[in-house]
């Protein structure tokens, strides 16, 4: 029985961190589009059609990704205090998904900073789903994975 209570906390962290990280991913292509898209035009999100296939399946792939960390967070604090840990599932997840939106945006256009951007805002989105998560174990939302 203890077992299927941790797998529903799990889903529970995964739920989470998939609507936090897609959130922050909704309001940092908002934030794209208006204010950096002048510096950076390949972050112009078309306004004209927002419900667009690459923009879905960005979205998608984000909300994934925070699934994937809010499981996985959950097991990496434990009951644990040591902020290495939790700065460390931040930056694992957030530089697997920058270094790979730099990867790709060097081989498609040739220059690197506004995939630079990209991959801040990627380390920012995990950064607040894992504040998200660390608040819902506070008020007892979630309940950390034991350590025993």
Do not use: C
């Not at 959130?23 to 667009?52: E, G, H």
Request: a neutral charge; zero cysteines.
């Amino acid at each position: 029985m203890e077992l299927m209570a941790e797998r529903v906390e799990s889903v529970k962290a995964g739920i989470i961190g998939g609507l936090s990280v897609g959130v922050a991913f909704l309001f940092i292509s908002v934030i794209n589009s208006f204010v950096l898209a002048k510096y950076f035009p390949i972050l112009i999100l078309d306004k004209s059609n927002l419900v667009n296939l690459q923009f879905l399946l960005s979205s998608a792939i984000a909300g994934f990704s925070g699934l994937l960390f809010g499981i996985t967070y959950r097991y990496i604090i434990r009951t644990d205090t040591n902020p290495h840990l939790n700065t460390g599932g931040i930056f694992a997840f957030g530089l697997v998904r920058g270094l790979t939106q730099i990867e790709v945006g060097w081989n498609y256009t040739g220059t690197i900073l506004p995939f630079l951007t990209l991959s801040g805002e990627s380390i920012l989105s995990f950064a607040v789903a894992a504040f998200v998560l660390d608040t819902a174990i506070v008020l007892g939302w979630l309940k950390p994975f034991s350590s025993t």
